[in-house]
Every structure is written in structure tokens, then in C-alpha cells.
């Protein structure tokens, strides 16, 4: 007597063909969990060797100066000496020429055409601040000349001020008069805060040489830390190049880009040494790493890709 086909072994066999199913696709993967693991644990040991590889570099790399724009600090053995060197006309100048640059900004795209209410609002609230800075300006204690040159920078924002309130408008070409117009203040005010800077800068550093042997000496390296757009012609770059003799970014003198934090530019130092002894182990080019490992080899891929 055959026997009877129950749903029950209908079920059974659904699930045995499923299972073998199943085993076929995942024939190929056998051990590959196991595998997945260890390469991501090599990995990870990877990354901590070379981890601990970089803080050793930065050990070993002798006195390192920081610079932010208003503090420098000397990094070496277990001291941290810091000096805050920029005096309040250095920022009172950067100050006010920040003035007309402001009123530029909220102006440069309403221009030829009705200033909105909430402009509008935005104008007058700058105006207040513009009017207490301009009283407030023969109490900095700066020279007559320079005091003059601050005034009529103050002067012509507030003009231009009054007169996009008053209208409600403001043209292109007045914008552009006022800008071409300050121009010769801003540049004055610029050349006495560059010479102010520097002159501070080096009243430091050669404080700090007094300090160090000449082979310690030989040995600084200098982080400048600063946004991306000044960082062509950058002063800090351009004083400490000259001081150590070199010719800018390079093995003495590190621009931290878009880095304010002191410790994360002690990592980027670290890394940059550790990369340049790699860079001459493996590869005999010092600064190999510092380029994109992969960028050469692209490059010969780009040209014969494009050459199709």
C-alpha cells in the first residue's frame, strides 16, 4: 500500500530543497567570515602600529613652536611656554578694516534693486555697532596718523550707510566707489599690522633662541595653524621661512590648514614626519607620502583612458 503525501511532507520537502538551495549559493563562502576577521584585525593592528609609530616621531622631533595668529607657544621636553604678542592695536586695526568689508557683504548681492525689510534691519543694526565703535575709537590710544586712517575708513562705512538706508537701494558702481575708495586705508593699515606682527614675532622667537643650543635650534620645527585662504603669501609662513632659512612649507615649517586645535596639529606634525620616513625607506623620496599614494599610478590610467 503506497503511502499517503501529507501536507506535512509537502512542508518537509519545501525546506530540504530550500536548504540545499541555500548551501549551493553559499558553497563559495565557506570560511569567508573567518577570513573577513582577521583582515580587519590586521588592519586595525596596522593602524595602531603606525599610531604609536607617529606619537613616537613627534617624541623624538625636538622643540616645536605653534602659531594661531594671537598665540605662540614653544612645545619641548615636558614645558609649554605660550605668549599672547599681538597688541590691541593689532586687532583694533584688523578691526576696522573689517568695517567696510562687513557693510561690502551685506550689500554685494542686493544691489541695483529695493533692500528687503529684514536688510534693511540688518543695516541699521550695523550702523549702531559702527556708531559705537566710532566713538569709542579716540580712547584705543593710537597714534594721530593712525587714528586718522581709522577715522575716515569709519567715516566712509557710515556714509555708504546712510545712504543705502535713506534710499532703500544702493547701485553697484556707488558700491564699488566706496570699496576702490577705502582701498588706500585698508592698504596703510595692512602695512602697520604687518610690520607690527612681524616685529612682535620676532621679539619672541629671539627670546626663545636665547634659550635653545644651536642644535636644538637646528631641530625646530614651526606650526602655522590658519583658515585655507590665506594660506599663499601667509605672513607667518613667509617670517618663520626666513628666520630658519628655508623656503617655505617644507620639512621645518608645517601649515595646518582649517586646524585650531593644538594637539591635532601636534598629530598632523607626527604624521607628516612618520610619512617622510616612510617615504625615504620605501620609496627613496622623502615626500612620497605626501603626495596621494595612489596619484601617479592614476595618472597613467587617466591618460590612457582619455587618449580612447
Same mark, same amino acid.
Given at each position: 500500500m503506497a503511502?499517503?503525501?501529507t501536507p506535512s511532507a509537502a512542508l518537509a520537502l519545501i525546506l530540504l530543497g530550500a536548504l540545499l538551495a541555500a548551501g549551493d549559493a553559499a558553497a563559495p563562502r565557506v570560511g569567508r567570515p573567518a577570513a573577513d576577521e582577521s583582515f580587519k584585525e590586521v588592519n586595525a593592528a596596522a593602524r595602531a602600529a603606525y599610531r604609536r609609530a607617529r606619537e613616537e616621531s613627534l617624541a623624538?622631533?625636538?622643540?616645536? /613652536? @605653534?602659531?594661531? $595668529?594671537?598665540?605662540? /607657544? @614653544?612645545?619641548? $621636553?615636558?614645558?609649554?611656554?605660550?605668549?599672547?604678542?599681538?597688541?590691541?592695536?593689532h586687532h583694533d586695526l584688523k578691526t576696522i578694516s573689517h568695517v567696510p568689508l562687513g557693510l561690502h557683504a551685506l550689500l554685494v548681492h542686493r544691489v541695483g534693486r529695493p533692500l528687503a525689510d529684514d536688510r534693511l534691519f540688518d543695516l541699521r543694526c550695523y550702523r549702531a555697532l559702527v556708531l559705537a565703535v566710532e566713538k569709542a575709537l579716540p580712547e584705543r590710544g593710537l597714534g594721530?596718523?593712525?587714528?586718522?586712517?581709522?577715522?575716515?575708513?569709519?567715516?566712509?562705512?557710515?556714509k555708504l550707510l546712510e545712504r543705502a538706508l535713506d534710499r532703500q537701494r544702493i547701485e553697484r558702481k556707488e558700491l564699488v566707489a566706496f570699496a576702490r575708495g577705502v582701498r588706500p586705508l585698508l592698504e596703510a593699515s595692512a602695512v602697520e599690522a604687518a610690520r607690527g606682527e612681524i616685529d612682535a614675532l620676532h621679539r619672541q622667537m629671539t627670546t626663545w633662541r636665547a634659550r635653545l643650543t644651536e642644535k636644538e635650534w637646528k631641530r625646530l620645527t614651526v606650526i602655522v595653524m590658519g583658515s585655507q585662504m590665506p594660506r599663499k603669501d601667509n605672513l607667518a609662513v613667509q617670517y618663520f621661512?626666513?628666520?630658519?632659512?628655508?623656503?617655505?612649507?617644507?620639512?621645518?615649517?608645517?601649515?595646518a590648514e582649517a586646524i585650531f586645535d593644538e594637539t591635532k596639529a601636534l598629530a598632523l606634525l607626527g604624521t607628516r614626519?612618520?610619512?617622510?620616513?616612510?617615504?625615504?625607506d620605501f620609496f627613496d623620496d622623502p615626500?612620497?607620502?605626501?603626495?596621494?599614494?595612489?596619484?601617479?599610478?592614476?595618472?597613467?590610467?587617466?591618460?590612457?583612458?582619455?587618449?580612447?
Open positions: 503511502k499517503r503525501f623624538r622631533s625636538g622643540p616645536v /613652536v @605653534l602659531f594661531d $595668529g594671537d598665540e605662540l /607657544v @614653544l612645545r619641548y $621636553g615636558l614645558q609649554r611656554l605660550s605668549a599672547r604678542f599681538a597688541p590691541e592695536k594721530r596718523a593712525t587714528l586718522a586712517r581709522q577715522q575716515q575708513i569709519v567715516a566712509a562705512s557710515l621661512a626666513r628666520l630658519l632659512g628655508e623656503k617655505g612649507e617644507g620639512k621645518r615649517i608645517v601649515y614626519l612618520l610619512d617622510t620616513r616612510i617615504g625615504e615626500l612620497r607620502m605626501h603626495r596621494d599614494l595612489l596619484g601617479d599610478a592614476g595618472k597613467v590610467h587617466l591618460d590612457e583612458l582619455f587618449a580612447k
